[in-house]
């Protein structure tokens, strides 16, 4: 009943940590936790009290999410990283697994992926029966891709479409990137699409 590209997937290593970690808790042995980064922080009180006072809203609302709060976001965004966003270029979402899955969905073209990267992508593109090229990091290239292994990839094979993740600080690593400049070029030179999950200071 199940498609195989399904059957044939592996239960994520992150979960599997969790479960393990767990017996091992409940046998009476101290576990420092390293599986997923659930977050140690209280919802702060005016964000409960918000959602309390509007749960009895019960009307569908826009695909791309709420027109103010994707105004607010774009404003935000512009400010951040001083460009000129508006709410159309905002989508909003229950979280960004699901949109980078619904991303897989609707490219047509290959992944570039770093390796080591967050267990989930690789997964979401076989899904989304999307090819995965690999970059292997280095620990001497502070373990992103650098701009020369993306072109080789790139060069490979220049009629296709390509999506690079970029994920910074990196999980698992941890590690910040510190060659974006050298990146942008080469995603400029061949228009390649960027997935960033880059947060700036
Ligand atoms: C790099 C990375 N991206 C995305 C996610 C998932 O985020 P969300 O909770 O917004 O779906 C995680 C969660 O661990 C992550 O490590």
Redesign the pocket.
Known sequence: MLKDIVKNLEASSTLKINEISRELEEKGNKIFKFG??QSPFQVPDDIVNELKVNAHQNKYLPMQGLFDLRKSVAKYTSEKKDYNYNAGNVVIGP????L?FLLHVIFDGEIILPAPS?V?YAPQAIIGRNKIKTIQTKRENNWFPTASEIEKVILKDKKKNYLLFL?SPN?PSGQICKNLEEISKVAKKYNLIILS?IKLN
């Open positions: 997923f980064g979280g960004s697994k699901e980078m967050w989930s994920n999980n999950e």
